[in-house]
């Protein structure tokens, strides 16, 4: 593998947070199909955060009108 493509590789492993490890493809497709692997793992990542995130907002935002709304105040 070329040193760019070597260091790209290197970079998006540690972004990625698996780090360059023991383990790395030898081969350009080998490369090329752990780089969709990661991708890949990192948009579950995010959709999952995604679907939870507007329900966590609600709930705090609704914690937060009823706190404020005391029987005093009324």
């Known amino acids: ?3 760019p493509l070597r260091a790209l590789w290197w970079t998006f492993a540690t972004i990625t947070t698996l780090g360059y490890g023991d383990y790395t493809p030898v081969t350009p497709t080998g490369s090329i199909i752990a780089f969709a692997v990661m ?3 990192i948009a579950l990542i995010g959709v999952v955060t995604a679907a939870f995130a507007p329900g966590s907002s609600t ?16």
């Open 1 to 3: 593998m070329a040193r």
């Open 39 to 41: 991708l890949a793992g």
């Open 59 to 74: 709930r705090s935002a609704q914690r937060v009108r009823g706190a404020t709304k005391s029987p005093v105040n009324r």
